[in-house]
């Protein structure tokens, strides 16, 4: 992998490395796209833009290899740092590639849970990257899973709960990001459906109707998470910062209303 313009980032040499389409784990779009339509042993060239290469944010993080040997698979990681705003250009050999499974095709609630993790885990590298859209459709795909299934165990409707709170918590947060304040609003309220006792549910419900002028709702909302977690300062914080908000409102109001009584 090398910059359009020479400069040389990675090399694999007999090594190679493994490429999960739509991870973000050292993949993006451009290469995940051109992978899905490449033949088993065929090499391509290929050319991503920045855009639709690691943009903005770059990337800098380790890289995992495996060679095959008659020991066994042996492993290594290499340090790869790419600058912001790069356009790549690849020389790829499609050495193999496996397709998973589909949701019908997974044998155990086991399966699935196993299948929501990962992808949850996806949905967090697209997050943490600032990709908040790949974020929100893995973390939607994560809630698909729950569609296809019954029978869970005890311990495993915990584990199933647990993870749809953190997807709704996760999106929410992802629309905030976006700016866009109603489905931020409705993902909070699914959240709480899962868990009313649910701090952050609380926390992030309140911020987002606050900017929507809603002040008296985001007060209940962070009273009522700071009477489940007294010590938490990013809701105390939020509080203080509504109170202000409300007091200069209240100020604001009775100026107002001295102007109408004084021209009468």
């Known amino acids: ?40 042993k065929e090499k391509c060239t290929i050319v991503v833009p920045a855009d639709l290469a690691f943009g903005a944010k770059g990337f800098s993080g380790p890289v995992q290899l495996k060679q095959a040997t008659p020991e066994g ?7 790869v740092s790419i600058p912001e705003n790069t356009p790549l250009l690849y020389e ?25 993790e990962q992808r949850k885990k ?3 590298q697209f997050f943490e990257r600032g990709n908040y859209q790949f974020a929100i459709r893995k973390y939607n795909r994560t809630l698909d899973l729950f569609d296809f299934t ?17 997807c709704h918590l996760n999106i929410c ?11 931020a609003f409705d993902e909070a309220n699914k959240a709480l459906v899962i868990d ?6 609380l926390w992030r419900r309140g911020t987002v109707a606050m900017e929507l002028g809603d002040l008296e709702a985001a007060k209940t909302d962070f009273e009522n998470a700071t009477r489940l977690d007294p010590g938490n300062k990013s809701v105390r914080t939020s509080l203080a910062n509504l109170n202000k908000r409300i007091l200069e409102q209240k100020k604001q109001e009775a100026v107002t209303l001295k102007r109408m009584f004084d021209q009468i």
Not at 196 to 201: E, G, I, Q
Request: glycine fraction near 8%; aromatic fraction near 10%; charged fraction near 25%.
């Open 122 to 124: 996806e949905g967090n």
């Open 173 to 183: 947060a992802s629309y905030i990001q976006l700016k866009d304040l109603k489905k």
């Open 150 to 166: 019954s029978n869970f165990s005890d311990e495993e409707h915990k584990q199933e709960n647990e993870l749809k709170l953190v």
């Open 73 to 79: 698979v042996q492993t290594q990681q290499v340090q």
């Open 92 to 116: 790829v050999t499609l050495l193999g590639f496996e397709k998973p499974k589909k949701y019908w095709q997974m044998e155990s609630v086991a399966e699935h849970l196993s299948c929501a």
């Open 196 to 201: 009313p006792k649910s701090v952050k549910a």
């Open 1 to 40: 992998m090398s910059q359009t313009d020479g400069g040389i980032f990675f090399q694999t040499g007999e090594w190679t490395v493994e490429i999960i389409i739509g991870s973000g784990d050292f993949s993006n779009r451009g290469l995940d796209k051109c992978l899905q339509y490449m033949h088993l």
